[in-house]
């Protein structure tokens, strides 16, 4: 059995639901930034705050995201108001 390769959104997707399981399970409802989210996410070489920033428009513009459900962005300015509610 091989392993199924993920596209770069893939991959910024899974270490994003990473992090929300580690905020959810430690701290429960959260509220922060985009680099606070970023200090929260597992440490992939592959992931960059660039990606996560994508990820964060897509989301701030209602994109639902498979696993994301409990991550909102708000765009302010040049940066994200970002939230994790259970």
């Known amino acids: 059995m091989g392993a199924k390769k993920m596209d770069n959104k893939g991959i910024t997707v899974e270490a994003v639901i990473e992090a929300v399981e580690f905020i959810e399970d430690n ?3 959260w509220e922060g930034d985009l680099h606070m989210l970023m200090a929260n996410v597992i440490s992939d070489d592959r992931v960059t705050t660039h990606d996560v920033r994508h990820l964060l428009r897509a989301i701030s513009e209602g994109e639902p995201i498979e696993g994301l459900e409990n991550l909102y ?9 970002v939230k994790v509610k259970r």
């Open 73 to 81: 962005a708000q765009k302010q300015g040049s940066k994200y108001k």
């Open 27 to 29: 701290w429960g409802t």
